[in-house]
């Protein structure tokens, strides 16, 4: 059956906020995972600095870099027909100015079909995004825990300081972010969140009360060598089993001559 959908533009996504229903989206980093999930129905595709961890088994975020997220965004992009597709930027392509912040976010909107790029931060990257913004470059911004900032952290934690988290969805709200990511911060903040904002906030570990919920591709699917699952997330299937089933199947088929078989080969 074909996706009759409209394809999903950054005012059509900002609209969703109230329109009744909740937002879905989940991360992807390849061309067949997210046509997979474009068609599944979701309405925004995040190509995450994640990819750094679940494609790329780093401990952290931090070596992704601006050439690695343009290649995993050119793919998910050119599959996508409905779905919203936001690009994060790396660590170090923003924090060096708004420059730098323009031309990195620019780089991804002329080399892939994105949509919108992601930056972490709250009230200190007010002034970027409203330049990001100003330069034509849609921006979802990143409160609550943020990867990037891992080290001066020591670790991923929940965000719990009300009064910081407040000011900063004001502050990228009044700068010109169309939605903003809450990731883990606690619900009862969330909820004031959504509440207090006009742009849809999307949630990670931050309650079932926000506009909307995204997840990790791999995580849902249970598709990782890591059998741990983060605590803000859900696991919907198990491909880990399925594919070493599968790969285990085949070995033993091929040691016994089982595979391949006479359909298998040509005369």
């Known amino acids: 059956m074909a996706d009759e959908r409209e394809p999903l533009t950054v005012p059509r996504f900002t609209k969703l906020k109230n329109s009744g229903r909740k937002i879905i989206m989940l991360t992807a980093y390849d061309y067949p995972s997210a046509a997979i999930v474009d068609r599944a129905g979701v309405d925004g595709i995040l190509v995450g600095d994640s ?84 330069a034509g470059i849609p921006v979802m911004a990143h409160l609550g825990l943020r990867p990037q900032s891992v080290r001066v952290r020591g670790g991923y934690r929940v965000e719990r300081d009300r009064d910081r988290l407040l000011a900063d969805a004001d502050a990228v709200q009044e700068a010109g972010a169309f939605a903003v990511v809450l990731e883990c911060i606690p619900a009862a903040i969330a909820v004031e969140i959504t509440q207090r904002l006009d742009i849809p906030t999307i949630g990670i570990g931050a309650g079932a009360d926000t506009d909307g919920q995204i997840l990790v591709f791999h995580d849902l699917l249970g598709y990782s060598p890591d059998e741990r699952l983060p605590k803000h997330s859900r696991k919907y299937a198990d491909l880990r089993s399925v594919i070493s089933d599968a790969v285990q199947r085949y070995a033993e088929d091929v040691q016994t001559g089982r595979f391949p078989g006479p359909e298998n080969a040509f005369s």
Do not use: W
């Open 51 to 134: 990819l750094g961890m679940v494609v790329q088994g780093r401990s952290n975020t931090l070596p992704v870099t601006l050439d690695h997220v343009i290649y995993h965004a050119e793919m998910v992009a050119r599959s996508v027909r409905h779905a919203l597709v936001v690009v994060d930027l790396p660590f170090l392509t923003f924090q060096l100015g708004a420059s730098k912040a323009i031309e990195s976010a620019g780089r991804i909107l002329k080399e892939t079909a994105a949509q919108a790029v992601k930056l972490e931060g709250g009230s200190e990257q007010a002034k970027l995004i409203a330049a990001l913004v100003d």
